[in-house]
């Protein structure tokens, strides 16, 4: 991977550099599993969307470096578009949320606003300005997950009490 960003450097170097911040959001690493690997402490669909949600950021990494638009797009609208768990595991979640209930909600709502935006101007086929939505995109989910990410994984995959 590292050379494939030398290469970068030498041909697009702020794409090099926006990749090289960004790409290790990508690979934070799977939630943790609680041992019931089925189950992912009753939020196994919002896990999976989560997986789903991590997949289609790499794959606009992939498509950034290959500068194909229309494949930005789509995988954009398909994080925009992303399903929501089932009530009973949305729920569950909101529980957990408690008093930042609004705040979850909030993160939820400007990730989906960042990725119809990326995807909007992917669509264009402006790459600094689709390297900035990304940009934008990706903070959002650091956002998010620095407010909740531990916390989750403690109440739902390592507290076998709490659900």
Request: overall charge negative; hydrophobic content about 40%; proline content about 3%.
């Amino acid at each position: 991977m590292i050379s494939a960003f030398k290469t970068l450097t030498s041909h697009r170097g702020s794409l090099a550099v926006v990749a090289a911040a960004i790409l290790p959001l990508t690979f934070a690493g799977p939630l943790a599993a609680s041992g019931e690997e089925d189950d992912h402490g009753g939020v196994h669909e919002f896990h999976e969307t989560m997986e789903e949600l991590g997949e289609h950021t790499q794959r606009i990494v992939s498509a950034i470096n290959h500068e194909n638009w229309e494949w930005v797009a789509r995988e954009a609208e398909a994080i925009a578009e992303h399903p929501r768990p089932p009530m009973e595991e949305r729920q569950r979640i909101m529980a957990f949320a408690a008093e930042r209930k609004a705040e979850f909600q909030e993160y939820d709502h400007e990730v989906h606003a960042a990725a119809a935006e990326l995807s909007d101007i992917a669509a264009k086929g402006d790459g600094r300005e689709v390297i900035n939505a990304f940009a934008r995109l990706q903070t959002t989910c650091l956002d998010c997950h620095a407010n909740f990410r531990d916390d989750f994984r403690q109440h739902f995959y390592m507290d076998k009490d709490a659900h």
